[in-house]
């Protein structure tokens, strides 16, 4: 038995770091956080000191057990688990969880896993930091109060089911406003004016006015005037520029730029980063800090000289600007700035390619530019073109990398041919083309990490499963707006004559952008008007600056929470009991066969059209939304035709074809057979065409793709992927079999290997009472019979089992659905 057990969080972590220590370390992972707060109560008492009850989960008691009774036997107990706030409080539950002492306790704390870091870390152990602790429980316990009694809230004035969070309420928040102000933009024309002229050397460049026209009068006024004019080079100018690089990685710039050069959503570019990070590969990847140790400068600027020459290395240091940034961590570099690249796999691989890249440049010399701006002039209006260029003289840190913008507009000057003042140069056509102020852009997940750090909201740990949780709770979505066509006029003069063209874009278009839902908009609009404080920017980011003072023991904890907890706790009673219910209630116009009102409104099932009020004699009618419909966009029109269905399309092969609206959504009815429509598919759009090719499909999916003893086997895909079916049993078709061209061969094999599997799983079987013994997952047990099943332990001595205890287990389990009918009844 080793002398010393380290706990770190993860096994990857603990694989790595048991590379590095001798035979009297013994390395274990306490799998995360052991202790924490009880999921079905608030665990919190909010009556006294605030004092959060920790437990640990059923999944962790075997983990407890384990690290308990190694440490009995060990002599050092090492908490070697992350040095932030998350990571102390995770030490702290294990000191307390597993019973360790000061004397038997050592905490250890390393931004990067390597040889020379765990060895100083070992080397300059510390005590468990109660104020980073006290942090942490802080934000839980905050956390846990304001979704706790918020979500109760929602159940009863908005829709069964949903939950609130402090800093996901705020994300949702961020959003909605985002699209109400692209929803609420009013697009100003004017005209920009670009020209192509052609040097005396015959070389070609492109200039344009400084300032756009407002009207197309002033544009066509402008190209007249220069139809016989002489152009020329008024002013040339040349300055020397610089261009310095940015600083290292911190969470969210690594995020924001994964984000734009890779295409990874955040929690993808923080799992691959974690993964680095255990493989020893990069320093700590949840930082704040721009900073780099000395050894890392010392050790870049070797690399730089080594691979690219002397005069390309710059060492320097950077300052962290992030409000509130905490962690006294190193910012996200290569542990090893020799090692370019990696070979772990496709996705590690290209973000240690990013990291090493930002981090290398980082600590190069500064890119010199020359910047060339010519005006042009000519000798019958005063307007004056403006070409730039640009010429790099040095590389520098260009050599290695250029970070990233969110500006997709953005114009990357180029080269210039060698002009000079006085030189005439002949315009090849000039053009003035209407175009349209923009909206605001929504938030790709990239701009939401960088809004939401401006604005002192969150902190690195919290930005990936702030955006996750939002589109896992349906308040938000990485949506398609299709956009719509617009026209717009260009005029153009070239040679002697001045032509007007309409073209035609497309505005409004996004892919993949963060768009609120409707229960979004619904939930963020009950949430503003009613704990406004809450979801205030300013307060969210004053909560973390707290949150910032506890942690440096400014502050107490229990005292932060007690405070906030008062105001809250009164609005959320007065809001539960006088607030109006929520729907998002939206008057569209009149039924004119009723006389009666058409709203849009959320409902139990999800966002419908209804006709007539819930108050009136004869009920209202309700008529589910379809396709990609919403609640903010759906016309009066499209909602009164949602009540045309069910709707006869016609007759095919003699029998009628209706499509409908169903509990599962939209289905197209033929034959006595039901074919679903795609998702999002309007079932208003569908034509009889439409619907013989759904019904061809769906007749070509289900034709039998050959036979096994007699009887006929199909195939499809479902929700656990491909499958045959044969004599009523459905069989899953894996990776090994070519699922395209499955031959009578690969059929039969399906087939029997499920027959041997089912053979195999039959432990017992009565056919005089009609139950069966089958094995189940996890080595437990499944009696069953008919549709009733009952699970036994895998402590069960299976082959003891017999007909007479199986029999009384199902008349126990009927006797006791009786008396708990009868129970509530009784309420």
């Not at 870049?300 to 005069?311: F, R």
């Not at 004559?497 to 497309?506: A, C, D, G, P, S």
Request: hydrophobic share 35%.
């Amino acid at each position: 038995m080793a002398k010393n057990l380290v706990i770190v969080e993860s096994p990857a972590k603990a694989k790595t770091i048991e590379k590095f220590l001798g035979k009297d370390f013994q390395v274990e992972s306490s799998f995360g956080h052991i202790a924490d707060l009880p999921s079905k109560e608030l665990g919190v008492n909010v009556e006294g000191d605030f004092k959060p009850k920790y437990i640990v989960s059923t999944d962790k008691k075997s983990v407890v057990k384990k690290l308990k009774d190694l440490a009995k036997k060990a002599e050092m107990v090492w908490l070697a688990s992350d040095e932030d706030r998350e990571g102390e409080a995770i030490a702290w539950h294990l000191a307390e969880q597993l019973k360790l002492t000061k004397d038997n306790t050592k905490r250890i704390v390393f931004n990067s896993i390597t040889k020379n870091a765990i060895l100083k870390a070992i080397e300059n152990p510390r005590t468990i930091n109660y104020n980073l602790v006290d942090a942490q429980q802080a934000r839980r316990v905050l956390d846990r109060i304001v979704g706790y009694e918020l979500s109760p809230v929602l159940w009863r004035k908005v829709k069964a089911g949903l939950s609130a969070g402090r800093v996901q309420s705020v994300a949702v928040r961020l959003i909605v406003e985002r699209e109400r102000e692209i929803e609420k933009f009013n697009a100003v024309a004017s005209y920009r004016v670009d020209a192509e002229f052609v040097n005396a050397d015959g070389k070609k460049f492109k200039a344009k006015l400084p300032k756009n026209f407002t009207s197309k009068e002033e544009a066509e006024e402008f190209l007249n005037s220069c139809l016989n004019a002489e152009f020329s080079v008024s002013d040339l100018q040349k300055k020397p520029a610089k261009k310095s690089p940015a600083a290292p990685f911190t969470t969210s710039t690594l995020q924001q730029e994964a984000s734009r050069k890779l295409g990874f959503p955040v929690a993808k570019t923080m799992l691959m980063a974690q993964r680095l990070y255990e493989a020893g590969l990069i320093t700590y990847m949840r930082t704040d800090s721009v900073n780099l140790s000395s050894e890392a400068i010392n050790s870049a600027a070797e690399e730089i000289e080594s691979s690219y020459g002397k005069e390309y290395s710059n060492p320097r240091n950077f300052s962290t600007k992030a409000k509130g940034a905490q962690e006294a961590h190193e910012a996200i570099r290569p542990t090893n700035m020799a090692q370019h690249t990696v070979s772990v796999d496709y996705d590690q691989d290209r973000l240690y390619s990013l990291i090493w890249k930002r981090t290398i440049a980082s600590q190069m010399s500064e890119a010199k530019l020359e910047r060339t701006n010519v005006k042009i002039s000519n000798n019958k209006n005063e307007k004056v073109f403006s070409a730039n260029g640009e010429v790099i003289t040095f590389e520098g840190f260009l050599k290695v990398y250029l970070e990233g913008t969110d500006n997709e507009d953005e114009e990357q000057a180029g080269m210039l041919p060698r002009m000079e003042v006085g030189e005439s140069v002949e315009k090849q056509y000039i053009t003035s083309t209407q175009r349209y102020s923009r909206p605001p852009a929504r938030y790709s997940e990239a701009a939401l990490v960088k809004h939401l750090e401006e604005l002192g909201i969150g902190r690195p740990s919290t930005y990936a499963p702030t955006i996750s949780t939002v589109q896992r709770r349906g308040y938000v979505e990485k949506g398609t707006a299709e956009g719509v066509e617009r026209n717009y006029i260009q005029l153009q003069l070239k040679g002697s004559k001045v032509t007007e063209n309409v073209l035609t874009e497309k505005v409004g278009a996004d892919k993949g952008k963060m768009m609120p839902t409707d229960i979004g908009n619904i939930v963020n609009d009950f949430l503003v008007e009613n704990f406004g404080s809450i979801l205030d920017y300013g307060f969210t980011a004053k909560v973390e600056s707290d949150f910032d003072n506890i942690a440096d023991g400014k502050e107490n904890w229990t005292a932060v929470i007690k405070d906030f907890y008062k105001d809250f706790h009164f609005t959320v009673k007065d809001v539960a009991e006088n607030a109006e219910r929520a729907s998002g209630q939206r008057l569209l116009g009149v039924d004119p066969d009723s006389g009666k009102n058409v709203y849009v409104r959320l409902g139990r099932f999800g966002a419908m059209v209804q006709i007539g009020e819930a108050t009136d004699e004869e009920k209202p009618k309700f008529a589910s939304l379809q396709g990609d419909q919403t609640m903010s966009s759906i016309t009066y029109e499209e909602a009164m035709d949602l009540f045309k269905l069910p709707k006869t399309l016609g007759d095919y092969e003699d029998k009628e074809v209706v499509v409908a609206n169903g509990r599962f959504g939209p289905y197209i009815k033929f034959d006595g057979k039901y074919v679903s429509l795609d998702k999002n598919e309007n079932p208003m759009s569908v034509d009889m065409d439409r619907a013989i090719e759904l019904i061809e499909a769906k007749r070509k999916a289900d034709a039998p793709i050959g036979e096994y003893e007699g009887m006929p086997i199909q195939k499809g895909v479902g929700r656990f992927g491909p499958f045959i079916k044969w004599n009523s049993i459905f069989i899953n078709v894996n990776k090994k079999y070519d699922f395209d061209n499955l031959t009578q061969a690969d059929l039969e094999e399906l087939i029997e290997d499920k027959k041997k599997k089912e053979r195999e799983k039959l432990i017992h079987s009565w056919e005089d009472v009609g139950i069966r013994v089958e094995k189940a997952r996890w080595g437990r047990f499944n009696v069953i019979k008919g549709k009733s099943k009952v699970e036994l332990p895998k402590t069960t001595e299976i082959d003891k089992f017999t007909k007479e205890e199986a029999v009384k287990l199902f008349e126990t389990k009927k006797t006791a659905k009786k008396t708990a009918k009868k129970t509530t009844k009784k309420k």
